[in-house]
């Protein structure tokens, strides 16, 4: 299992050195928001996909794979999150990786 702590610890760090919109912190971003869902903590996992999803459209178009992965992403974390409100138990989503 992922844990987010190892994540969270790594994300702050790369963010303070690198800056918001450096690709490392992108990534490291993306890494926490799948080990914080992974936990069913999806409040705290959406404002990651979102931000990862903003970085990837600015950086290389609503068009590139890497947004659509990041749309998928966001998307999978939604639909996640309505079927555990609904009492329903989903395995957790088969995030798609672009290259």
Do not use: Q
């Amino acid at each position: 299992m992922l844990r987010s702590s190892n994540f969270e610890l790594a994300w702050r760090s790369r963010r303070s050195r690198l800056g918001e919109e450096h690709p490392e912190v992108e990534d490291t971003s993306l890494a926490l928001a799948l080990a914080l869902e992974s936990e069913s903590r999806l409040e705290e996992a959406r404002p990651l996909f979102e931000a990862d999803l903003r970085i990837k459209i600015k950086n290389g178009g609503e068009a590139s794979g890497r947004a659509a992965e990041a749309f998928n992403n966001l998307g999978e974390a939604f639909v996640y999150r309505s079927m555990k409100h609904d009492g329903l138990s989903p395995t957790l989503p088969c995030h798609a990786t672009v290259l």
